[in-house]
């Protein structure tokens, strides 16, 4: 099942980019490129899913929808 999570990227002054999430507790990822920490950020959301899903303290999260709204980040 597929899941819909909020993630919040802040670049770091080293250069290094840091993503954060309200919707899961204890997300942390940081990487040297924004895809880098966005991979990171998927494999830690999932291990924290999985985790509160074995603890059954799972958190509300959307499911994907047919339709959903991305924001997509262009450099020019």
């Not at 819909?4 to 670049?11: A, F, L, P, V």
């Not at 840091?18 to 830690?44: C, F, K, M, P, Y």
């Amino acid at each position: 099942m597929e899941k819909i999570i909020n993630i919040h990227i802040q670049r770091l002054p080293e250069g290094y980019y840091l993503a954060t999430s309200d919707n899961i507790q204890g997300l942390v990822a940081q990487g040297r490129t924004i895809t880098e920490t966005l991979e990171i950020a998927r494999d830690v959301a999932k291990k924290l899913l999985e985790a509160q899903d074995d603890a059954n303290t799972s958190q509300k999260i959307n499911g994907v929808s047919d339709s959903f709204d991305y924001p997509l980040v262009v450099g020019i």
